[in-house]
């Protein structure tokens, strides 16, 4: 009974990722109608500053948006941390599917994309966010439907090392072509061995939680 219960606050709290993306993918239509008429691709068009910072004022935006919405559904850090966590990964795969709605973009698995822009371009083929996406809803589910599996603190100190070092290996990966692209060139082949062994080393630890 109070697991259906945690199901059915994730599932609102899921609706509410998803509309997120609505909004989201909706100012990107935009933008792309205005900068990118012909379709989206690299080499990234230049933009006025002023609308670069108002992009980057919205990305922070969403952020808080997410963090608000977690600290005022729970007291405790577990808890927070992880319907944050499950809100930006839904938010991100969500986003893409609307994406494919209004412009049937992406139109591959390969096709190229920038994730974000804090504090430089994030790059990479659109499938490795969602793949990330896929494991973050995996890893906070775990936490908010088997909390009793976990400390108040989520993790032990060597689990969080390797939490950090999964999550330094798949950011290395998103800002390799940061500055290539910033100076209006092609992103160059993306290390897909680095970020498999990141997304790993990063699902290992609650899979044997969730086993345990």
């Excluded at 709290?13 to 100012?27: D, I, K, N, R, T």
């Excluded at 989206?40 to 935006?61: C, D, N, T």
């Excluded at 989520?154 to 070092?165: C, H, N, T, V, Y």
């Amino acid at each position: 009974m109070y697991l259906n219960e945690r199901t059915k606050k994730l599932f609102y709290y899921g609706l509410f990722a998803c509309a997120m993306a609505y909004v989201e993918s909706a100012v990107v239509v935009y933008l792309r109608k205005i900068y990118y008429p012909q379709g989206f691709a690299f080499p990234l068009k230049q933009i006025e500053s002023s609308i670069a910072l108002v992009e980057i004022g919205r990305e922070a935006a969403t952020l808080i948006m997410l963090v608000t919405i977690a600290i005022a559904a729970y007291k405790k850090f577990k808890n927070r941390f992880a319907l944050f966590v499950y809100l930006f990964a839904l938010w991100d795969l969500f986003y893409y599917f609307w994406l494919k709605v209004f412009l049937n973009w992406p139109k591959g698995f390969g096709d190229w994309d920038v994730l974000f822009l804090i504090p430089a371009p994030w790059v990479a083929p659109w499938t490795a966010p969602a793949i990330v996406s896929v494991a973050l809803i995996f890893a906070s589910v775990t936490i908010l439907l088997f909390e009793e599996k976990f400390p108040p603190g989520i993790l032990s100190s060597k689990e969080w090392l390797l939490e950090i070092l999964a999550a330094l290996l798949i950011l290395f990966t998103f800002f390799t072509n940061s500055a290539l692209v910033l100076k209006g060139g092609l992103p160059t082949e993306y290390d897909w061995l680095v970020f498999s062994i990141g997304v790993a080393l990063g699902l290992i630890v609650f899979v044997r939680r969730l086993l345990g």
